[in-house]
């Protein structure tokens, strides 16, 4: 995974149909999805339940791109170890979910795998400056996290903009996440997000049988990305 900021479109699998995930995966991954964005909830930190180490480890074998697993649950740290075994290439935790996150993101690494660090909408970047030598990848999320098809947080761009002050030439990814669709997604591209999670905005009016509208709804998401880009 050589690091690039070119823009990267992460379809969310929380938005597919949860009786046929390989053949999801394969479909976003053949209609143009650069990373496969895996949301994992536990009831608790987020008021939804999705799935735990095991259904990720069978995912694994259908994504020939990026895993980028998202742990909303708390505590975290006791399941670090079974998602890095599970196959995940990035692994974020959420600042929130506990009191050791410095601790959390050194086990990430310590595991082999990429480490992010979200932030949900109403955490500020004052605690970040001290972890930026432990992340790969900041996420700053666009909705309060739990579930798929909610309205953008305009008040998160910029944040955005800040953090990707903060970050200057380190080798960081900014991933935003949360009602990313071809009308916001400039924005966020603008402010210097490089990664962009989107679920309804990717699944809608396709299928397995179906899958070209994947690709048309990834097309859209890059190019309104890519020109605010160009905008900026
Ligand atoms: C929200 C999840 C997101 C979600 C995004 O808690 O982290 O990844 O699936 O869904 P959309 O793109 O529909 O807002
Ligand atoms: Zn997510």
Redesign the pocket.
Known sequence: MAFDRSIKIAP?I??ADFANFGQEIRAIEAQGADWV?V?VMDGHF?PNITFGPPAVKAFRPHVSTVMDV?L?IAPVDPYIDAFAEAGSDIITAHLEAGPHIHRTLQAIRAAGCKAGLSLNPGTGLEDVAYLLDLVDMVLVMT?N??????KFIASQVDKVRRLRQMIGDRPIHIQV????TPETAPLVAKAGADVL?????VFKGGSVENPAPYGENIRAIRDAAQSGLQSA
């Not at 996440?177 to 990313?180: A, L, Q």
């Open positions: 969310s929380l938005s964005h949301d987020v998202h909303m909705v996290p739990g579930f798929g098809g909610q996440d949360g009602g990313i999670v989107a679920g309804s905005a």
